[in-house]
């Protein structure tokens, strides 16, 4: 087993000095003054302990994930040995899945109920990144092909762990944007505020980790223009952590409740977020609700897949 660092351990430092950064910058530069929306202290403290709770669930559900993944890594005949010329090939690699695990995490309703909990907040600001779910367990299927591949398990949750770090700093409005060629090619705080925003043009864009060129090869990129607002379309006003990891299980427990027959019980855990029934519908076909987003659109396409703009997120 290849022994690599545990990036999240090493980084820990570094994300307690740049939180404490960030306050003293909004003590000298209050968000009125700029209109960021700065820092609230149970919006933080919610941030935190959803945090420090992710990490418990984290270690329970990483006992069944270790042992599918070493199951698929010994069934496979394929090796990739970690050197220093197949590292940058597998956090290539790990990046272009994570993309797509967080662009299924938007637009599938039972996979955004898990992400919903970091796009809960609010504000935008370091703890913000550490807002982080409790329900993980659906992440691991998409990293099935790079073990299938050959790729360690070991070194997979490396590169994943490094994809997490490296998201940390992109959580700020206090770094405008960066020189263009950095901006066309990296995940950065410009292309992240857009992806928190709750506006219509903005939701369910700039899905990728550590590189952004994944949103412009997919046609899920979309720059920063107006001020983003931050949180759900509709915000669930509670801080309280059980709260804020459950609310949308329990809101798609209620509709599959109320739903009449399979397909619509179906259609309430796998489609969109806002996906209607067409009883419920206001023009009688089975639809996502609300605005669309605008903006650049997938090829061949009429807006993003799914959406989280396609209803107002419902409160618990």
């Known amino acids: ?57 984290d270690a329970l559900w990483k006992i069944p994930i270790v042992a599918v993944y070493a199951a698929i890594y010994e069934l496979t005949p394929l090796r990739v040995p970690v050197l220093w010329w197949t590292l940058p090939l597998m956090l290539l690699a790990q990046d272009f899945f994570y993309y797509w695990s967080h662009r299924g995490h938007h637009v599938v309703r039972i996979l955004w109920a898990c992400h919903v909990v970091h796009h809960s907040s609010r504000k935008f600001n370091f703890t913000t990144a550490l807002r982080q779910p409790w329900t993980s367990l659906t992440v691991w299927p998409f990293y099935v092909p790079m073990i299938a591949l050959g790729v360690h398990p070991a070194a997979v949750a490396f590169c994943s762990s490094a994809n997490l770090v490296y998201q940390f700093w992109v959580h700020t409005e206090r770094v405008g944007q960066l020189p263009r060629p950095f901006e066309y090619v990296l995940n950065t705080p410009s292309h992240h505020r857009v992806h928190h925003a709750s506006q219509g043009g903005y939701l369910d864009r700039n899905f990728g980790g550590i590189l952004i060129v994944w949103d412009r090869l997919f046609g899920s990129f979309v720059p920063e223009g107006e001020r983003p607002v931050y949180g759900l379309t509709k915000n669930i006003d509670t801080y309280n952590p059980l709260r804020v990891a459950t609310h949308e299980y329990a809101a798609i427990a209620r509709d599959l409740r109320a739903a009449r027959g399979w397909r619509e019980r179906a259609g309430r855990v796998f489609r969109g977020p806002g996906w209607q029934p067409a009883r419920l519908s206001p023009t009688g076909d089975e639809a996502s609700t609300g605005e669309p987003p605008t903006g650049d659109v997938p090829p061949g396409g009429t807006q993003a897949p799914g959406s989280r703009a396609a209803a107002p997120e419902r409160v618990a």
């Open 1 to 57: 087993m290849p022994h690599l660092p545990d990036v999240v351990l090493w980084s820990i430092p570094a994300f307690v000095l740049l939180t404490a950064l960030e306050l003293v910058s909004y003590r000298l530069h209050p968000a009125e003054e700029s209109g960021a929306a700065g820092y609230e202290a149970k919006d933080a403290a919610t941030s935190i302990g959803m945090g420090l709770g992710s990490l418990a669930f």
